[in-house]
């Protein structure tokens, strides 16, 4: 079934934010063309930005996701949303952040009517094994003030000459809910309430206050994984996660170790 195409649209995107969103955005700003909404926002940030502000793009030219991979964003066809927040902690505090955003992302896609969503620590957003978006985390200090700037990108109706060039099982919303027409508008603002909502619950209580939630949504969890980083791979089973967001690994001893996420790359063997 093909999607009738709804270009993103600055007044729907405000006239769907809760109260709590309203007034902590401190700048909406959406582009026909960008390089990249997080890079974007990083400026913006070194340039004193408060928090709140949200950048979206019909099109990247440079979109990333994590280990410094490419992220595709054909013009129209995803939602790519990038949210700069200024934590009043210390950096050490925001351990599990991505793992929060996910959680946030996860209930975003339930509440708009994707059931089976699930998540691939650290950030991979799943359907039934197959990609459905991802996030990436940014940070930075400026003047001696630390920032995150949380991008996501989520798959909404990818042409098919685009999906080939993925290296990995994909899916988009078009598939998944079969209806002609797509609202990104009232999806981009239901992110926004639920990442404002979530970033301001983690300021409170970190990722702890979340970690059963993560369980919900966690799609590996008991089955042997490998994490690969910058010098070593290590097999085991995956056990979870802990109140930090670190991914618990059973190694071939039967000892459980913690791996937070930073350079790791995770992949589900089969």
């Known amino acids: 079934m093909s999607s009738a195409l709804e270009l993103l649209d600055r007044e729907c995107i405000l006239a769907g934010l809760t109260a709590t969103a309203q007034s902590v955005l401190s700048r909406l700003e959406l582009f026909p063309t960008l390089d990249s909404t997080n890079a974007y926002l990083q400026a913006g940030a070194r ?92 940070s930075g200090s400026d003047a001696g003030v630390f920032h995150v700037v949380a991008g996501i990108g989520l798959n909404v109706n990818l042409p098919s000459h685009t999906g080939e060039l993925i290296d990995q099982p994909w899916v988009d919303l078009q598939e998944i809910l079969a209806t002609p027409v797509i609202s990104r508008n009232r999806l981009a603002a239901n992110l926004i309430n639920e990442l404002i909502e979530t970033f301001i619950g983690f300021e409170q209580g970190g990722f702890a206050d979340l970690a059963g939630e993560w369980a919900r949504f966690d799609v590996i969890t008991g089955q042997r994984v490998q994490l690969q980083m910058l010098n070593r791979t290590i097999t085991g089973i995956a056990r979870g996660v802990n109140i930090t967001g670190a991914l618990l690994l059973e190694t071939e001893s039967g000892e459980i170790k913690p791996y937070i996420g930073g350079e790791i790359s995770l992949r589900v063997q089969s």
Request: with cysteine; net charge positive.
């Open 47 to 138: 340039d004193h930005w408060p928090s709140g502000a949200v950048c979206l793009a019909e099109q990247q030219s440079a979109g990333r996701g994590r280990l410094g991979r490419s992220w595709l964003t054909p013009f129209g066809a995803s939602l790519a949303l990038s949210l700069l927040w200024r934590f009043n902690l210390p950096p050490e505090k925001l351990s599990g952040l991505s793992l929060a955003t996910g959680i946030a992302v996860a209930r975003t896609l339930q509440a708009f009517g994707v059931s089976n969503v699930g998540l691939k620590w650290p950030n991979d957003v799943w359907w039934r094994k197959r990609k459905l978006g991802g996030i990436l985390l940014d």
